[in-house]
Structures are given as C-alpha cells and as structure tokens.
C-alpha cells in the first residue's frame, strides 16, 4: 500500500495550490482518505477526510471554505484544492488512508492505517 502526496510548494498569500493523494494498492471505494499538515513544533492537525461510502466531504474550522477535498475514483488519486493561503498555512501536509467507509473521528491520526510522504507548503511573501 503506498500513499504518494505532491504539489506543494513555494506561494505568496491570497495564493493557491493543489495537492495531490495518489493511491496505490487499493480502492477509493472502500478507504477514506484524510488530510493532516503539521507546522514546525506543532502538532499533526487533520484538516480534512472525504469518506469511501459517497464522498462526502469535512472540513477543520480552520480551513473551511478555502479548501476543498475531491478524488477521482478512475485515477485512484484524492485532492485538495487550498485557496487563500495564509502564512499559517505553512506546514508539511499529509494524506492518509483508513479503513473505514465514513469520515467519523477523522481527525484523529490513530484512526489511519497508511501515510504519504507529506508535502512541503510555504506561503511566504
């Protein structure tokens, strides 16, 4: 089972950027896929989940309405669209994957099986 997160990069605030899950091993169908960053001496904070059984979509408080979690089950990759970044915004952000069809704690990292590599964010002027 691999998880393989990517875009992330270099980006000024009010920018946006679009990260990438790609799953391999495994179907979108029956796995819910969440998002974590982590920021230097904080801790990992789940942000977002989109569950196996209809994709339905949660969101932190702190991101909601800029980001925005889809997947597409063809390519067996997740995404997270983040708009309107903020300085805060600046962490490395992880996919995961568990075993559930529903999203329910999903901010929880014990709660998930397998992580990707993590991808670096930076908004920075």
């Known amino acids: 089972v691999q998880l393989q997160a990517s875009g992330g990069g270099l980006v000024q605030p009010g920018g946006s950027l679009r990260l990438s899950c790609e799953v391999s091993?495994?179907?979108?169908?029956?796995?819910?896929i969440g998002w974590f960053r982590q920021a230097p001496g904080k801790e990992r904070e789940g942000i977002s989940c989109?569950?196996?059984?209809?994709?339905?979509?949660y969101y932190a408080d702190s991101v909601k309405g800029r980001f925005t979690v889809s997947r597409d089950n063809v390519k067996n990759t997740v995404y997270l669209q983040i708009n309107s970044l903020k300085p805060e915004d600046t962490a490395v952000y992880y996919c995961?994957?568990?075993?559930?069809?529903?999203?329910?704690?999903?901010?929880?990292?014990?709660?998930?099986?397998?992580w990707g590599q993590g991808t670096q964010v930076t908004v920075s002027s």
């Open positions: 989109i569950s196996a059984n209809d994709g339905s979509t």
């Open positions: 091993a495994f179907s979108l169908d029956y796995y819910s």
């Open positions: 995961a994957s568990r075993p559930d069809s529903y999203c329910t704690g999903y901010g929880f990292p014990s709660t998930y099986d397998y």
